[in-house]
């Protein structure tokens, strides 16, 4: 109890820099992760084969390497990014790789014969899309998507690689400090199963609500 008093400012800090990199981390991979599924589904070649690319590297890859490459790698061809950025980049394009599947997933599990209905009345590909596609897509989509932002935040923990001083990096700091490495990192396991326990629940009425708005 006495460590957790000690270190709370320090706690503190660190729970804010580890949701920052996950929850801006979700909404850029999210925004990416929409346009890559959107080119993965088009008809133009190129688009669907950089996709696919894109895709297949950044799944194909860990994350820990990928992080490792845009900090320590870029400044070699004259980028030079903060920690945190970097942090970010990484974890939005791990992110969006992942999450383009899944809204992949979403579009094609809507029922073709939507397609076919609004197109016999006249009614616009992208207007479709908007109005009545995308909604049901998302709807579909919810439980991949809530379970790839729950992994995210567990993914955060990397970036103490690059010397971002989030809960990982914060439990580090703490056994240093007193040698209590066990106390240190069972309190911020804690920590993160409190965070994710809390993004379940919130996954969990999320699901629901959609449901009862689509029954």
């Not at 801006?24 to 346009?35: N, P, Q, R």
């Not at 970036?159 to 240093?176: C, D």
Request: no cysteine; aromatic share 10%; charged share 15%.
């Amino acid at each position: 109890m006495d460590m957790l008093v000690d270190s709370f400012p320090m706690l503190l800090r660190g729970l804010g820099i580890t949701l920052l990199l996950g929850v801006v981390s979700f909404v850029l991979g999210s925004a990416l992760g929409a346009l890559v599924a959107l080119a993965r589904i088009s008809a133009f070649r190129v688009l669907r084969g950089s996709a696919i690319m894109y895709v297949s590297i950044f799944r194909g890859t860990p994350l820990l390497i990928q992080i490792m490459i845009i900090y320590f790698g870029l400044p070699q061809l004259g980028v030079q990014l903060e920690p945190i950025p970097s942090a970010i980049l990484a974890l939005s394009l791990f992110a969006g790789a992942y999450l383009s599947e899944n809204f992949r997933g979403g579009i094609l599990g809507v029922d073709k014969g939507q397609w076919e209905a609004a197109s016999s009345i006249g009614m616009p590909y992208w207007r479709t899309f908007r109005r009545i596609i995308f909604p049901q897509a998302i709807r579909i989509a919810t439980p991949a998507v809530g379970g790839r932002f729950i992994a995210l935040m567990k993914d955060t923990s990397l970036a103490s690689v690059v010397t971002v001083v989030e809960l990982t990096r914060v439990a580090e700091s703490i056994g240093n400090a007193n040698f209590r490495y066990m106390e240190a990192f069972l309190m911020i396991g804690a920590m993160y199963w409190l965070i994710n326990t809390l993004l379940s629940v919130g996954q969990g009425m999320l699901e629901r609500r959609l449901g009862k708005a689509y029954a």
